[in-house]
């Protein structure tokens, strides 16, 4: 189901009716219904598998509470069992398809294997969101939440489900579990936010896109200002699509009384490399700044060291946007490191 589509047109009314409605200690289960109704719109089976995400991180979680000697291992498991869901639905055939190559480079047959199914929608978000859960309750910077109802909820809330941002702990499940009351403003802020993201999304970005995707489609036919006109189009498809996305999500989230980060600050008005990357898509790039550049060592280690947790953190955030070389290539050509460092330390 998408945002601007008519099943959610119909969707959002009959949910937002339902949860004030309904007595507050039950409507953390609206939002779980709802939400799973919501990925279930997508494809029906895959419901099993960020149900399988979020049963392993909320088991572990607990274990670790009771168990503490045993929390590496656990956070160890949780690990493998997450990251191993997402390697493989979204990049098993790309891997598979990499080997492949290599052998034939080598003239060494190999018969390719290659898996036909759908990427599950929203995959890498809740697979990060459910990773920092867990990791935070190894930490010790929150505790594991008992009631397994509203952490589902927290994991699966539906206006962030499909594209962010990626929520923390401390900020999302609290305003889960917490009690609302029903402001006027902050409903009517959300509507406006909402607005604005339809407009980025649909007007904007939906209408750049048939002139990109014409040039882009056919890019050797062009060249000079063609290219220079399609290239700057792209930039501003690319962000007010996304952060069309992140408006509404933040929009619909206010409608339920939850206030969701802001994922996007006028990036294109930054003045530098470290400004950009600071205030745009924030959620993403302050996960990989905590969860990945810190744990690795940050700037703590040495100059050296420090260059290649830079470089092995963007690496790994060009694949995060997908399973393709030009993704790779792309984390890769980070090599700003003044300005990179000065951002993620």
């Known amino acids: 189901m998408l945002f601007n589509s008519f099943a959610f047109a119909i969707f959002l009314p009959i949910v937002f009716c339902l949860y004030w409605l309904f007595p507050y200690r039950y409507r953390w289960s609206i939002l779980l219904i709802s939400s799973c109704y919501f990925y279930m719109s997508w494809n029906k089976k895959y419901i099993a598998l960020i149900m399988f995400t979020t049963v392993v991180s909320y088991i572990s979680a607990l274990l670790m509470d009771f168990f503490k000697k045993k929390k590496r291992i656990l956070l160890v498991f949780t690990l493998v069992a997450s990251l191993g869901t997402l390697f493989f639905f979204k990049y098993f055939n790309f891997v598979s398809g990499a080997i492949m190559r290599l052998f034939h480079s080598f003239a060494l047959p190999l018969h390719p294997i ?8 929203g995959i890498s978000f809740y697979t990060f969101q459910t990773l920092s859960y867990v990791i935070d309750v190894y930490k010790g910077k929150v505790r594991a939440e008992r009631h397994f109802g509203k952490y589902a909820a927290f994991i ?29 403003s902050q409903a ?8 604005w993201g339809f407009f980025k999304k649909i007007v904007i970005a939906d209408n750049l896109a048939v002139y990109v995707d014409l040039i ?23 962000y007010c699509d996304f952060s069309g996305y992140s408006d509404i999500a933040v929009g619909v989230a206010k409608l339920f009384g939850i206030d969701l980060m802001t994922n996007f600050k006028s990036p294109y008005f930054s003045s530098t490399i470290k400004e950009f990357w600071s205030r745009w898509h924030i959620s993403l790039s302050t996960w990989f700044r905590d969860y990945v550049y810190i744990p690795l ?41 003044t300005s990179y460092r000065k951002y993620i330390t």
Not at 114 to 121: A, D, R, S
Not at 218 to 229: A, E, M, N, Q, R
Not at 302 to 326: C, D, E, M, P, Q
Request: aromatic share 22%; with cysteine; proline share 4%.
């Open 216 to 238: 882009y489609s056919d890019i050797y036919s062009y060249k000079g200002f063609v290219l220079i006109v399609a290239s700057i189009f792209f930039a501003f498809q690319i």
């Open 188 to 195: 009517v802020y959300g509507l406006k936010l909402m607005a």
């Open 114 to 121: 290659t898996l036909k199914f759908m990427l599950p929608v």
């Open 297 to 337: 060592g940050g700037n703590r280690k040495g100059k050296y060291r420090t260059y290649l947790n830079l470089i092995f953190t963007f690496l790994v955030s060009g694949l995060w946007h997908g399973a393709n070389w030009t993704f790779i290539l792309w984390g890769g050509g980070a090599w700003d490191i």
């Open 156 to 184: 699966t809330f539906f206006p962030q489900l499909v594209a962010g941002p990626i929520e923390r702990t401390e900020n999302l499940l609290p305003q889960i579990c917490k009690r609302h009351f029903f402001q006027y």
